[in-house]
């Protein structure tokens, strides 16, 4: 399934969705675009040491922080499934 | 009981007081009695687009440093009896009020309106600070692009930041044949994204540029865009209104447009 979908031609309105989806995670974590590619890339291989990743369609990674006023806010970073 | 809106965006360009002008003339088309507020000091915009320019004889500033009364410096939109117009001064700058006296002035003002909406200034610094200090509630209008919808989820956790809870979101400038090829994000994509409610979505029309031109608003005309812009308005009302379908109307305006280029 994975491979028909990266077999299929990305439209600019998908690379459009990941490129913001990786910008805004970045500005998040404060690094750079780069940066996360690679935490997302190392996310997944210790991952794959322990569960079956290929067999995953989405994996989601909840930063949860405390604001000021006490209300918690959760951001969601996909790791896989773009 | 008076809700102050402020409508903002972070990115400029995206359609704040298109969005504004249009929201004000909805709700007043309803009855409502409603008053825009333009907080964009030194860059007015709200005026012209909705023909009064020719009307300010007071500003926004000239009220809060008391030069005049309110009621001096309220325009009347003689098209709709209900809706008024508070414009900014353009000789001045953001730094010419603060976010205590934006929220006095709207506490003023609260008695006399059923909504009060203020079009927010571009950027996150103090003009954005003084239109979020009085407000209520949010509108976040952005377009499909990355860009804009970057800049949407920042101001999304400034004005969470600040403790405005209620905020939901106008995706402007939607063209369904490009999300159909899948050259533009889908509005799906954009609510996924940013995780806000949606208020409206708003076809990329030329009718909104015409309208514009003549110094009117689209809401209640026949335009697709325009009727966009009634059911936000009856949403904000607490109506549910179920979403337009843009694809049917711009395939069908498609069609029209090539079958008159076929005759001329």
């Known amino acids: 399934m994975e491979r028909i979908r990266s077999l299929k031609p990305k439209t600019s309105g998908d690379i459009a969705r990941i490129r913001l ?43 949860i922080q405390e604001l000021k006023q006490g209300v918690p806010y959760v951001k969601t970073i996909q790791i896989k499934g773009l | 009981m008076c809700e102050v809106i402020v409508v903002t965006s972070g990115k400029g360009g995206v359609g704040k007081t298109t969005s504004t002008a249009n929201i004000g003339t909805g709700l007043a088309r309803m009855n409502k009695k409603v008053v825009l507020i333009d907080t964009d000091i030194g860059l007015r915009n709200l005026d012209v687009v909705m023909g009064l320019e020719n009307r300010i004889i007071y500003n926004l500033v000239d ?39 934006m929220r006095k002035l709207a506490d003023d003002l609260k008695p006399i309106f059923d909504y009060i909406i203020l079009d927010c200034p571009a950027g996150i610094e103090q003009g954005f600070r003084n239109a979020c200090a009085a407000a209520d509630r949010a509108i976040v209008v952005t377009t499909p692009e990355v860009s804009a919808i970057r800049d949407a989820d920042r101001i999304i956790g400034l004005l969470e930041a600040d403790g405005i809870k209620n905020i939901s979101l106008i995706i402007n400038r939607i063209r369904m044949d490009m999300v159909k090829r899948g050259d533009m994000m889908s509005v799906e994509d954009v609510i996924d994204i940013l995780g806000a409610d949606l208020l409206g979505a708003i076809p990329d029309e030329e009718a909104i540029v015409v309208a514009s031109n003549h110094g009117e608003a689209v809401a209640g005309t026949e335009s697709v865009s325009g009727q966009a812009y009634i059911n936000i308005c009856r949403r904000l009302e607490g109506e549910t209104v179920p979403l337009l379908n843009l ?14 280029k076929k005759k001329a």
């Open chain 1, 21 to 63: 989806e990786q910008t805004i995670a970045s500005d998040y974590l404060e690094c750079s675009s780069e940066q996360f590619q690679n935490m997302q890339r190392d996310i997944l291989e210790i991952l794959s040491r322990y569960i079956n990743v290929k067999a995953t369609k989405e994996i989601r990674l909840n930063l």
């Open chain 2, 247 to 260: 694809e049917h109307s711009v395939s069908m305006k498609k069609r029209l447009s090539s079958f008159f």
């Open chain 2, 63 to 101: 009220v809060v440093e008391g030069n005049c009364r309110i009621r001096q410096a309220l325009i009347k939109d003689k098209r709709y009896p209900t809706l008024y117009l508070l414009p900014a001064a353009q000789t001045r700058d953001k730094s010419a009020v603060s976010p205590e006296q």
